[in-house]
């Protein structure tokens, strides 16, 4: 993406506004479709060609092309834009809900429900801070140090997708949250100096609401049942439950309890060998100081 959130670019270029279509996300593939076609019905139905219209919303005719046949998501504004245009009286920019769903990878959308769901939460993290945790800034730091390297758009896409899961702070009745990080996790400075100081007050912030759980695990433990990587346990209220380790069952997520058991019980010494939440709170404090 070429331009920024409220910008436009003129022309046919591929690296116009909007979001690419993941082939593989076939509720996603058929909302976008749908949308689609109903702009381009309104269109039709005013009169425009597709080059007229597109200039008479700010964008060009390849984008219009692309969005009328389901094969980029339009953005917000977009939509705004062809409601107002077309005189669709709400019709359009309505849809922008509908979009919302879809503009997110569907891996993170599966995620995010299940989030959502949870009433509680067991996430042990040894490479990166949980993506619960982190800043927008640190998100962006991580996402521009991958190989081979993201198009702004779709590191757009993941930040604004890893921030829309963050809403389970704020849910009713909260969820219990429980987090154990690594201790190299809070040493790298990802993004800088001043990044790095606002990851760790944000992980100061966040563990001091009465429904999480922050805790430390020291680099000098000579046994440690988390070496197989990260872990994360999501509990339902209905008693059922889903869990996820890179280092069990070949990182496929599992919902059978005997599977699940093996889990909680890595999930469960990792938190006992780690420093108490009062001592890890500490511990932050003393890698802050130290910047």
């Known amino acids: 993406m070429s331009v920024d959130g409220t910008g436009t670019e003129q022309g ?8 690419d279509v993941d082939p593989d996300d076939e509720s996603g593939v058929a909302v976008v479709a749908a949308v689609g076609r109903q702009i ?34 339009p953005r917000p504004e977009f939509l705004d ?4 245009v077309l005189k669709a009286g709400g019709k359009l920019a309505m849809m922008k809900e509908d979009v919302a769903q879809v503009r ?18 067991e996430a042990y993290h040894n490479h990166n801070i949980n993506g619960l945790l982190q800043t927008e800034a640190h998100m962006r730091a991580l996402f521009a140090s991958w190989l081979p390297a993201y198009t702004l758009d779709e590191m757009d896409r993941m930040v604004a997708a890893r921030m829309a899961r963050q ?40 563990g001091q609401m009465r429904n999480v759980a922050i805790q430390v ?28 380790s ?11 309890p005997r599977q699940l058991r093996v889990l909680e019980l890595r999930c469960g010494m990792i938190r006992a060998q780690a420093l108490s939440p009062r001592e890890s709170r500490a511990f932050i404090e003393q890698v802050l100081g130290e910047t």
């Open 217 to 244: 695990m020291p680099t000098r433990r000579e046994e440690h049942p988390g070496t197989g990587g990260p872990i994360e346990v999501l509990k339902f209220p209905d008693g059922s439950a889903v869990g996820r």
């Open 81 to 84: 834009r062809a409601d107002a």
């Open 246 to 256: 890179e280092g069990a069952f070949a990182g496929r997520p599992v919902s059978d």
């Open 12 to 19: 046919g270029g591929a690296d116009e506004p909007g979001w």
């Open 40 to 73: 381009k019905a309104w269109r039709e139905a005013a009169g425009m060609r597709a080059a007229e219209f597109g200039a008479a919303i700010g964008y060009g005719e390849d984008l219009v092309y692309k969005v009328e046949g389901g094969r980029r998501i």
């Open 104 to 121: 997110y990878p569907k891996k993170i959308r599966d995620l995010a429900k299940l989030e959502a769901r949870a009433v509680e939460l």
């Open 167 to 206: 809403s389970i702070f704020d849910r009713d009745p909260l969820p219990s949250l429980s987090f154990v990080q690594e201790e190299v996790t809070l040493r790298r400075p990802v993004g800088g100096t001043m990044a790095w100081r606002r990851q760790l007050e944000r992980l100061l912030e966040i």
